[in-house]
């Protein structure tokens, strides 16, 4: 069965250091979100993207973040200059043909800020 | 905006006992509904969902939930539980707007 998959699985760096998260969604599916879990909180909704742009954000999605596909298979999401509270598990999903079908997630990418 | 509420954080059970968790959301207009399981050291998986139709459904595993519209509410349930049901249970909301709107999560552990 197909799957989303992440990389790097645990990341850790530095404050203020830029940090890349990459994700493949399954290879049909046209809609992709990132969602974040801080330790022993909800998740929550980062941003959603389709047609090769944003269509939503939430509030934590503010200038330090951005998303691109820079190819036919990869998601990408970056923090430019990382924070403490940037510390989190952070989820890429994906789903088919629309926004309200069901959303696959990948593993995750535990991200650490030290 | 839309919010949903998982009343049990931390559910410990023997196995063979019966499983209700509990799930509530806020919002007047159309919703599908969402319970994903995330087992230790995985990632989260889809257990069932409801679209439309009948309010009763049936996933993975030997889980069922109801919808009922009238209280917002979206229950787990599981006859018999199974020391391998030890995992969090995320009830998840999807009302067109903002993509998934997750509840904090029911921690649950099975005893053998």
């Not at chain 1, 994906?94 to 535990?110: M, V």
Request: with cysteine; net charge negative.
């Amino acid at each position: 069965e197909p799957e989303v998959t992440q990389t790097p699985s645990h990341q850790v760096t530095q404050m203020g250091q830029e940090v890349i998260l990459r994700c493949v969604p399954i290879s049909n599916h046209l809609y992709f979100y990132w969602y974040r879990q801080i330790l022993g909180q909800k998740v929550e909704f980062l941003v959603s993207f389709y047609n090769n742009e944003i269509s939503e954000k939430s509030e934590i999605f503010d200038d330090q973040f951005s998303v691109e596909r820079p190819d036919g298979s990869n998601f990408t999401l970056k923090i430019r200059s990382t924070k403490l509270e940037d510390s989190a598990m952070y989820f890429c999903a994906s789903s088919e043909q629309s926004s309200w079908e069901t959303q696959y997630f990948g593993p995750g990418t535990r991200l650490l800020v030290l | 905006a839309q919010s949903v509420s998982q009343h049990n954080h931390h559910v410990i059970l023997s196995e063979a006992a019966s499983l209700e968790l509990g799930c509530n959301y806020s919002y007047g207009g159309t919703v599908n509904l969402f319970w994903y399981v995330q087992y230790p050291g995985q990632h989260l998986q889809l257990l069932l969902k409801y679209f439309s139709g009948d309010p009763l459904v049936k996933g993975i595993k030997g889980f069922e939930a109801e919808f009922i519209k009238s209280k917002f509410s979206f229950n787990l349930r599981k006859p018999s539980v199974q020391w391998s049901d030890t995992a969090e249970y995320f009830c998840a909301v999807y009302t067109g707007r903002r993509a998934l709107t997750f509840g904090s999560g029911t921690r649950l552990q099975v005893q053998p």
